[in-house]
């Protein structure tokens, strides 16, 4: 440990933690700067039995809604969609599902296939062997061969038990002829390193109270240190600083009581997430030449449908995780009125809120009293959730700003979200969920409840520091270095060029470990501040 290590990185979670981990490992002394805490597993929800009451305020995954002192206020009046962090050791992957799909091939050459938005610089190929590292330090559950993909290595875990829902879900894709897969999962089927064996609570989405998830905060972390890496909690970043010739040399942050540090380093990595970052280039008023950092905000619009069944199916039980997923309408098909497509996933329906929920619209004696009751009785664990991710296409006019009147609890400019909801997004909501009513209908259900958009799902937080060839158009390299600030990286989903329709992390934390290695062997030739 230095005063003045080799890399500080910026943010504690997925991809923070894969490149500060790989770095330590490699023998590089590093630094991360994390403005959250470490969570203690037992303070997890999930295993308790008030956990809906609980998911939906201190632990929800909206942090206006959760309001922890780690936290910093987002402002979102002009957003359609609500962008969804956590501040603290792992970042997100606390409270993500633990999907874990790859982009698809296709996905990396959209302008080439469907003249819209632009090929990544990278291709499918280029991350594949990162993609199956990942796998194997996160210990993804899964089953090789889903033929969406090309031919590699399969998951190291076996998949987990699909259920009685997921396989109520398979039977009517069969009976349709379309495809479905089990699904990958970054949660443990057996006991793997410092992961045990999934119990099966399907409460993944605020923390594994268990410890079968592979949040970084388990996976990665403790490696790092035991390495050497140096993990600063409570630790709120309010610029990169740089020398006389524009190299980063650091960043400025403040502690939990308020007191200023400077913490100097070679090589800064941001790792702050889709928001975090651009926030923190902008307010240090780096990387901008191009004037696309906070430019081409994606969060995948998300809807679904539930379908209501005669036969009891535990449908509440975990993981939670997918427990099938399909491609069969993921490629483009200009017949359908729009471009590019979407996964399909299966989830659990949880306990009797999201039930009641189910009511909303409803007349006031449908929705309390008896008639509540009865619905709740008949319809909890009878349930199945198809849900559809549609790619979202990268738009300038979606953006991360510094808002002009709201701050953190340190006075620092909080990050304004605008985002609308394209066209495109709408017709293929309206699509899939009609295909996904279709696969209901002919797997049995008795009824359906379709949700056109969820405004708090799935947030994730992608392109607003895009990598690319040319500095006019993109901010960082095909390696997530800024094209202005040699020694200034970043890794998170700010990178994504366009979005898919898979969920990220498993993308996020692959190009994480590719940048890390591009580091290792290009330590020599690092331009570094003086």
Known sequence: MTDRPDVLVIGAGASGAVVSRHLAESGFSVTCLEQGDWVNA??????????????SQRWHHDPNIRARPADYPVEVSDAQILPQMFAGVGG???HFGGHFPRLLPSDFRVRSLDGVADDWPISYQDLLPYYERTDRDLGIAGLGGDPAYPPGAPPPLPAHPIN???R??????????WHWWPAPNAIASRDYLNLVRCARYGTCETGCPHGAKASVDLTHWPEAIRHGARLVTGARVRGITTDGRGRAS???YRD??????HQAADVVVMAANGVGTPRLLLLSDLANSSGLVGRRLMLHPYGLVVGVYEDQMDAWKGPAGQPIHSFQFYETDTSRGFVRG???????TQGPHRMISLLDGRPYDETWGVRMQEHVASHIGRCIDWGAITEDLPDESNTITLDATLTDSDGIPAPRVTYTIAENNWRQLDWHLARITEAHEAAGATATYPLRICNDQPGHLLGTARMGTDPATSVCDAFGRTHDVPNLYVVDGSLFVTAGGVNPTSTICALALRTAEHLVTTAGRQEVSS
Not at 42 to 55: H, T, Y
Not at 256 to 261: C, D, P, Q, V, W
Not at 342 to 348: D, G, I, L, S
Request: proline share 7%; hydrophobic share 40%; glycine share 14%.
């Open 42 to 55: 037992s303070d997890f929800p999930g295993d308790k039995p008030e956990w809906e009451l609980l998911m």
């Open 92 to 94: 997100s992957t606390l």
């Open 164 to 166: 009685a829902y997921g």
């Open 168 to 177: 109520t879900a398979a039977e009517g894709m069969n009976a349709l002829g």
């Open 250 to 252: 650091g960043a400025i």
């Open 256 to 261: 939990r009581s308020g007191a200023e540090h």
């Open 342 to 348: 979407a996964k399909w996933q299966v989830m659990p």
